[in-house]
Each structure stands twice: as C-alpha cells, then as structure tokens.
C-alpha cells in the first residue's frame, strides 16, 4: 500500500494581502518538500454542493460563491479573505478530504495527506473564521459515517490553535470524537476542558505557553491514544496544523520538526492496531515556512512507512 497526496493547483489561486500569513507561498514549501517522496500524487476533485451540505446550510454556501469578487480582495472578517479563485480552491480541499476518505475505504491506499488551502478547521456552521472557509476534516469525517457506512471515527487536531469550527460541526456527532491540542489563552478564545460536545465526545487539552515536547509526548501517550482506543474508531483523521513548532512566530508552544514526526509515528500505529492504519491527515495551519516545509516532510515520511 502508498500513502495518497491530495492537492490541486487551484489551491496556489486563493490570493490574501501581502503580509498575510496564510500566504500561497506555504503550499508551495509544502509541495516542494514532498518532491521525490513514494506518493500517489492525485488531484483533488472540486466538492459539489452535496459534499459540502454534510456539515454546512445551503445558505452559507451561497453566500461565499456570492462573496467571491471578480477582481481584487475582499475581507470576510478580521483576518479572513476571498480573491477570485478562493471559492474553487475551498471546494478542491473539501473534494481533496472526501476522496481521500474514498481513496482509503477502498484500499486503494493505506492513508492520504491533503494538501489544500486555505485550511478549515476554524470554520463554523454559517461562519468563515480564522482564514477557513469550510470546515474539511469535519465534512470528510461525516462523509465517512454517512457515506460509507462507518460506526465511529476520531479527529485528532495537533493545530496550535482550537478547532472551534471542527468542534461547532461536529458537536452533536456522538460517533465522531474530537480531540485538540492548542496554547491557550490564544486565537479564537475557545477550547476549554469544560466544552465536550452533546454527547461527551468531545476532549479539549489547552496548553501553556512554552509546552515542549517532553511535555507533549506525555499527553499524547497517556491522554490522546487511550482516549482513541476507548472510542475505537474506523477510521481516524488528523487536522494536522504545524504552527505548534517552536520557530512558528504566531504562537509559543517549543514542538520541534522530530516532535511532529514522532506524534504522526505514534498515531499511526494506533491507526493500525485499532482501524486498519486508515488515516486521512488535512493541512491546516503553519505560518514559518522552513519549519512548515520540514514538519510536512516528516509528517508525510512518517505516513509512507506507516502505509508499507
């Protein structure tokens, strides 16, 4: 079995001010990471409406494809932004999780990484937040238990920042468990232990400035997996965000390029002896690119052997 890369060129069309740091210069560093890697290189089909209404109204769909300008950049909220090819490059990285989670249930590969932009897990029900506009690994997790038939899946989200648009999605899934890592107080100001969603299956753990990875592979090893394995999940999801890396310059958790390697390393093998290594990983967040870059690589190095 390989590992699927999912991307599209559309992605590079999602255009923000300069200065911005969701910049279409982090899928390029990306991409040119995995050059040369044993990967399946697929392109990401655009999301019909259909795909993206497993997590989001109508309503909300109309009004981003009604927001798209012709020219120029237009300003949704504080730091989100549509250009012209926003709306497209959004529906290839809902497409882009959905087929991965096709692509896995299949066979026709051990596990996927998606790299898409702009990235989604700050995205709520009818609010495009935090550079997201629709929330991908929710819509792919719900794709998955409804479309193919799945009793449980798991979402791990290792992003720097809450997943409050996973968390809003998702918080009356009784099968989907969300579990996210994040410094807190930061952006968006939610995450705290106390929201576990309608049906409890929801577990925040907010870090301090500072958490290393010493620190980091204890809650991963005592917290995370056990509560993977108590849920046993089919399939398991990763938004997996490098902006928790000590050089990232919006946040202050001191992970390093061997930490994320380690963390994919571990949940992989938790994959493997709970739902059949299926793991569908989703790009979020990462702001320094040479540390984005390498986290990826690793990341994705780590998928590849976990695939063999």
Same mark, same amino acid.
């Given at each position: 079995?390989?590992?699927?890369?999912?991307?599209?060129?559309?992605?590079?069309?999602?255009?923000?001010?300069?200065?911005?740091?969701?910049?279409?210069?982090?899928?390029?560093?990306?991409?040119?990471?995995?050059?040369?890697?044993?990967?399946?290189?697929?392109?990401?089909?655009?999301?019909?409406?259909?795909?993206?209404?497993?997590?989001?109204?109508?309503?909300?769909?109309?009004?981003?494809?009604?927001?798209?300008?012709?020219?120029?950049?237009?300003? @949704?909220? %504080?730091? *989100?932004?549509?250009?012209?090819?926003?709306?497209?490059? &959004?529906? /290839?990285?809902?497409?882009?999780?959905? !087929?991965?989670?096709?692509?896995?249930?299949?066979?026709?590969?051990?596990?996927?990484?998606?790299?898409?932009?702009?990235?989604?897990?700050?995205?709520?029900?009818?609010?495009?937040?935090?550079?997201?506009?629709?929330?991908?690994?929710?819509?792919?997790?719900?794709?998955?238990?409804?479309?193919?038939?799945?009793?449980?899946?798991?979402?791990?989200?290792?992003?720097?920042?809450?997943?409050?648009?996973?968390?809003?999605?998702?918080?009356?899934?009784?099968?989907?468990?969300?579990?996210?890592?994040?410094?807190?107080?930061?952006?968006?100001?939610?995450?705290?232990?106390?929201?576990?969603?309608?049906?409890?299956?929801?577990?925040?753990?907010? @870090?301090? %400035?500072? *958490?290393?990875?010493?620190?980091?592979?204890?809650?991963? &090893?005592? /917290?995370?997996?056990?509560?993977?394995? !108590?849920?046993?999940?089919?399939?398991?999801?990763?938004?997996?965000?490098?902006?928790?890396?000590?050089?990232?310059?919006?946040?202050?958790?001191?992970?390093?390029?061997?930490?994320?390697?380690?963390?994919?390393?571990?949940?992989?093998?938790?994959?493997?002896?709970?739902?059949?290594?299926?793991?569908?990983?989703?790009?979020?967040?990462?702001?320094?690119?040479?540390?984005?870059?390498?986290?990826?690589?690793?990341?994705?190095?780590?998928?590849?052997?976990?695939?063999?």
């Amino acid at each position: 079995m390989t590992t699927a890369l999912i991307t599209h060129p559309d992605c590079h069309g999602h255009v923000t001010p300069e200065g911005h740091p969701e910049q279409v210069a982090r899928l390029h560093e990306v991409l040119k990471a995995l050059e040369g890697k044993d990967l399946r290189r697929v392109e990401a089909p655009a999301a019909a409406d259909d795909s993206i209404l497993l997590c989001h109204p109508q309503a909300h769909i109309d009004a981003l494809r009604a927001a798209r300008p012709e020219t120029g950049i237009v300003q @949704l909220d %504080a730091d *989100t932004y549509m250009s012209p090819g926003s709306f497209e490059a &959004a529906c /290839r990285g809902v497409g882009g999780a959905v !087929a991965a989670v096709d692509m896995v249930m299949s066979g026709e590969v051990g596990n996927a990484f998606v790299a898409t932009r702009p990235p989604g897990h700050h995205a709520e029900t009818e609010q495009p937040m935090g550079f997201c506009l629709f929330g991908n690994v929710a819509i792919a997790a719900r794709h998955a238990l409804r479309n193919h038939g799945l009793k449980k899946v798991a979402i791990v989200d290792f992003d720097v920042h809450h997943g409050n648009g996973t968390q809003d999605l998702l918080w009356n899934e009784a099968d989907a468990l969300f579990v996210s890592t994040h410094q807190m107080p930061l952006y968006p100001g939610t995450g705290a232990q106390h929201e576990q969603g309608a049906h409890g299956q929801i577990t925040n753990i907010p @870090l301090s %400035a500072g *958490t290393d990875g010493e620190l980091y592979r204890k809650i991963l &090893a005592n /917290r995370i997996i056990p509560l993977i394995e !108590a849920f046993e999940p089919e399939m398991l999801f990763l938004s997996a965000g490098f902006d928790a890396h000590r050089d990232d310059p919006l946040a202050s958790i001191a992970l390093s390029t061997e930490d994320f390697q380690w963390i994919t390393e571990e949940l992989a093998k938790a994959a493997a002896r709970l739902c059949e290594g299926r793991i569908v990983s989703c790009l979020e967040g990462g702001y320094d690119l040479p540390a984005l870059a390498a986290s990826a690589g690793v990341h994705v190095d780590a998928l590849i052997a976990a695939a063999r």
